[in-house]
């Protein structure tokens, strides 16, 4: 669901492109590309705001298990990438993130692994 929401963005917002994105356990990696419109701030706020909306929706209709506490944490991390080279760094390193997930720092403090 959350992955069908990321790509789903620019069908919503005009100027708005997706690229890179990984789901982990506990986070996401995602690279926004915003040509013109909403602002950095909006388009995290929109993805957080329907990401919950159909979780919500998840639990009422489909029976999925209700998630305690907040779904997103308030902030978020950014970083303006300032040319292809850093785009492609980047890139590979959302794609490779799911394979370091055992060496992250808070794999042993994650509860939602078993």
């Known amino acids: 669901m959350v992955q069908t929401v990321w790509d789903e963005i620019p069908a919503h917002y005009p100027g708005i ?3 890179g ?3 982990m356990p506990n986070h996401i990696h995602g690279i926004a590309v915003i040509a013109a419109g ?21 639990v009422k209709q489909s029976g999925w298990p209700p998630f305690p506490g907040k779904l997103w944490q308030r902030n978020y991390w950014e970083h303006i990438i ?3 080279s850093e785009l492609n760094r980047i890139r590979e390193y ?9 060496q992250d720092k ?8 078993p």
Not at 94 to 102: E, V
Not at 106 to 113: A, F, G, K, R, V
């Open 82 to 84: 300032g040319n292809e």
């Open 94 to 102: 959302i794609r490779n993130n799911p394979a370091k997930w055992g």
């Open 38 to 58: 909403l602002s950095l701030p909006d388009v995290v706020h929109r993805f957080k705001t329907m990401t919950t909306k159909r979780y919500a929706d998840g």
């Open 21 to 23: 994105f990984v789901i």
């Open 17 to 19: 492109e997706t690229d």
């Open 106 to 113: 808070l794999y042993l403090n994650n509860s939602l692994l």
